[in-house]
């Protein structure tokens, strides 16, 4: 298993330009969502899924778009790049358990993002 | 939302030398896990721990879930434990996974 992948690993935008950065896991995880690290922090919510077609906000969901349409990919769009987006992002995945609270989550290597 | 809020924030340490980090969280959690991110920003699982005690090698930690509060004890300190160590936590959530993360403990271990 290749576990959660992200690309690319780097990535530097213009004020205004648009991308998407790409994630996916091959573990049938049925839970994905993205977080994003500014200097000197700890990780926050960006958006979440709990499968397929189905996904939701988190702490920070402002400037960026999700979709779910297969259980092994998760894309983050920005449409329209903002300095304050300069930030390492992370993908993470985890499954449900069957009763309760999910699976530890498991994180890709991050993409590197900066706007100018 | 849940409060996680982690102690020290810095600590330095000499090889060889243990240590405690501490993790506190305002609610009760149903997930509980302690990451290491390396000096490259990878994001290491070390444990997922929502109560008891797990050992693995070097290093341990226990959370008391009546208390509030996770303990990770990193023993016989190497160098190449240095890097931030963070505690995640989600309470409450019977959809999805929200971690909510400390702001970290930067470790470093000199030689």
């Known amino acids: 298993n290749a576990g959660v992948t992200q690309t690319p690993k780097f990535q530097v935008l213009k004020t205004g330009q648009s991308m998407t950065l790409q994630c996916a896991q091959d573990?049938?995880?049925?839970?994905m969502s993205w977080y994003r690290q500014d200097p000197g922090m700890g990780l926050r919510l960006i958006h979440y899924?709990?499968?397929?077609?189905?996904?939701d906000q988190g702490e920070v969901p402002n400037g960026y778009n999700v979709s779910r349409s297969t259980t092994e990919d998760f894309p983050l769009r920005l449409l329209s790049a903002a300095p304050s987006q300069t930030s390492v992002y992370f993908c993470?995945?985890?499954?449900?358990?069957?009763?309760?609270?999910?699976?530890?989550?498991?994180f890709g290597p991050g993409t590197r993002l900066t706007v100018l | 939302g849940i409060q996680v809020e982690q102690s020290p924030p810095d600590l330095i340490l000499q090889e060889g030398a243990n240590s405690t980090l501490r993790c506190n969280f305002s609610?009760?959690?149903?997930?509980l896990q302690w990451f290491h991110q390396n000096p490259w920003g990878q994001l290491i699982n070390l444990f997922y721990?929502?109560?008891g005690t797990k050992q693995n090698g070097r290093l341990s930690a226990t959370t008391v879930a009546t208390e509030r509060y996770s303990l990770l004890y990193i023993s016989s300190s190497q160098t190449t434990d240095s890097g931030v160590y963070f505690c995640?936590?989600?309470?409450?959530?019977?959809?999805?996974?929200?971690?909510?993360f400390g702001e970290g403990t930067q470790l470093t271990v000199n030689p």
């Open positions: 993470a995945s985890s499954y449900s358990t069957g009763r309760g609270p999910w699976s530890e989550q498991f």
């Open positions: 573990m049938n995880h049925e839970y």
């Open positions: 899924s709990v499968g397929a077609g189905i996904t």
């Open positions: 609610d009760s959690v149903n997930n």
């Open positions: 721990i929502p109560s």
């Open positions: 995640a936590a989600t309470s409450g959530e019977t959809s999805g996974s929200r971690l909510t």
